[in-house]
């Protein structure tokens, strides 16, 4: 039998034993243990996971199953320690630990950590705005840095900032440096209802679950603020006069109305450097802004939908 018939005999004999196997995460426990041989093991209460050197039930490592790809890359960095504590499941990375809870958050990490998303030279002493803290892995990264002295973040959706105290309370000496609060911004003041789902908190902004790509779990009405992003920033700039300022814009679909409220004020061209994620209507918009406020910009496209924005003064 030549080895294309034979892989598809283990295949069939694989899917066939999976049926026997009740639960979905079982079943997915089943078929990475036989991708992954000798790394996952089925227990009666949840799974052993010989990477993590410890076993999980399944209510606290679904997440986990689904990330597991992700979580062998990160394995694979010399600065990533795993650990279970109090029922939280942690990464170290390099220093900074976080406490991931869905498989979105993992990808995050991975975008931060391994692909470098915001790993730039960044100017002395410098603060950092982040517009769309989600979880605070970013705001942490930035806290990281020798040359940042303040991060100021914002984060609309109240379970999402939640979790970013979590995070921020594993850091300590880092979070001493950022400065969080519970609401949005964008071009005008107001409040709204929105679609949540926590699984998806990453890609859920003033626009609700819109944006969101993977399937929805659990969805559910969030109240959340939104105050003038133009305000908010002078605010901030006239705290730290003299300094050089950092700006981050990740918010599903509101980087659109917050640069053009900052450009109309003449803001943006006080940032030296700027992070843009933009969704759906594409690069050019901010790009153009950027231009005329003296930026040379870089992008690329991550998808048809969504894309990332490096700007430089």
């Not at 603060?127 to 991060?151: E, H, Q």
């Not at 105050?227 to 050089?244: D, M, N, Y």
Request: net charge positive; proline share 3%; aromatic share 12%.
């Amino acid at each position: 039998m030549s080895s294309g018939h034979t892989n598809i005999v283990k295949k069939i004999f694989k899917a066939a034993r999976a049926r026997f196997i009740k639960g979905q995460w079982r079943r997915r426990v089943f078929y990475l243990s036989h991708d992954y041989p000798g790394e996952i093991t089925l227990t009666r209460e949840g799974a052993r996971f010989d990477l993590l050197k410890t076993s999980l039930q399944l209510d606290s490592c679904a997440f986990i199953l689904e990330g597991y790809g992700i979580l062998r890359e990160l394995s694979s960095l010399k600065a990533a320690k795993f650990s279970v504590s109090e029922k939280l499941f942690l990464i170290d990375m390099g220093g900074i630990v976080l406490n991931p809870t869905t498989a979105e958050e993992l990808f995050i990490i991975h975008e931060i950590f391994v692909r470098g998303a915001y790993n730039f030279d960044l100017p002395d002493r410098c603060v950092a705005i982040d517009i769309g803290m989600n979880v605070g892995i970013a705001s942490l990264f930035f806290a990281s840095r020798s040359t940042v002295d303040k991060v100021f973040a914002f984060e609309p959706l109240r379970p999402t900032f939640q979790q970013a105290k979590v995070n921020f309370g594993l850091n300590k000496s880092l979070s001493d440096k950022i400065q969080a609060v519970n609401y949005g911004l964008g071009d005008q003041s107001g409040e709204l209802t929105v679609d949540y789902d926590y699984s998806n908190k990453g890609q859920i902004g003033v626009r609700g679950t819109t944006f969101v790509r993977s399937t929805l779990q659990q969805v559910e009405k969030q109240l959340i603020v939104i105050r003038e992003a133009s305000l908010e920033v002078k605010r901030i700039l006239s705290q730290h006069a003299g300094q050089v300022f950092i700006l981050k814009v990740d918010c599903e679909g509101s980087e659109y109305p917050i640069l053009q409220d900052l450009f109309r004020h003449g803001l943006l061209s006080r940032f030296r450097m700027v992070f843009i994620e933009w969704h759906e209507q594409g690069p050019e918009p901010l790009i153009t802004l950027l231009r005329e406020s003296g930026f040379v910009t870089f992008y690329q496209w991550s998808s048809s939908r969504a894309g990332m924005i490096y700007a430089a003064r």
